[in-house]
């Protein structure tokens, strides 16, 4: 599969849940503007089939490269960041839910989940769009979850989807800086950020400045009938800054994405 193709099919998908970014990249384009991804973003658990060793494959084939690791004990999770092999494709950025570090009956909840993932279907890189690979859990296991992850929660429902695709900030011609495109998404398109950490993480003085929307939702039918609404996903915005030596940062910044995860967090779901 070319990277090209992988990406067009990892939007359709991740619009279908996420109608604010389609909505965003919309009103970008209306301005004049090209929209580039600085990256995209996935998640996992840390068990087999589906571990990031296990996919990862898939992405070193299409040409992508390691980067560098990342971690967050807070949230009990390692990530890995990708470059691709043209500066035009996005990077990737890659994390996985030490499973073990959860609480055993939250464990139990989601082995049994990725037990339902037949190992022989994990077989290209069409894996990291297949959706839900297992039934949805029941309203209650779910909610255990998010008490102790939001992370290992949103995976239950969400499953195999890029988390976010993100806008490159520094390509954009008609916004110099991270804070005029956030008032624009709140001012114009009327979507708001997430402020967790401050509506902007980071800076020119770790090279890389983002922001994002709080996630998208979508109303769910759990296992045993119960109906909720749910998170989905979010749209991201990342403005890099140039290094010394005048090359633009290519890396990711773990103080940054800590928040940023947070914006999948079941706060406004109602
Ligand atoms: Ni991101």
Known sequence: MTPETFFAALWRQYTELTPQAARIHGALKARGETVLNDHVAFRTFN????????????LLEMGYERLEPYQFPGKHLDAWGYLPR??????????????????????AIIKGLVDQVDP??????????????????T????????????????????GMRANHFTVA?????????LSALNEFVKQEVELPLNTAGGEIKGGADVCLAQSSTLADQCRLRFRDGTDMVVPTCFYEFAQRFRLPDGSLYQGFVANNADRIFESTDRRRAG
């Open 47 to 58: 068990l087999a089939p589906m571990r990031l060793q296990d996919l990862e494959p898939w």
């Open 86 to 107: 043209t500066p035009e494709l996005p990077r990737i950025f890659f994390s996985e839910l030490r499973v073990e570090a959860l609480p055993e009956d939250c464990q």
């Open 120 to 137: 022989d279907s994990v077989n290209g890189p069409d894996f990291f769009y297949r959706g839900l690979p297992w039934a949805l859990p």
């Open 139 to 158: 309203a209650e296991e779910y909610l255990r979850l998010a008490e102790v992850s939001e992370y290992a929660a949103w995976m239950s429902v969400m």
């Open 169 to 177: 900030v520094h390509q954009l011609r008609s916004f110099d800086q």
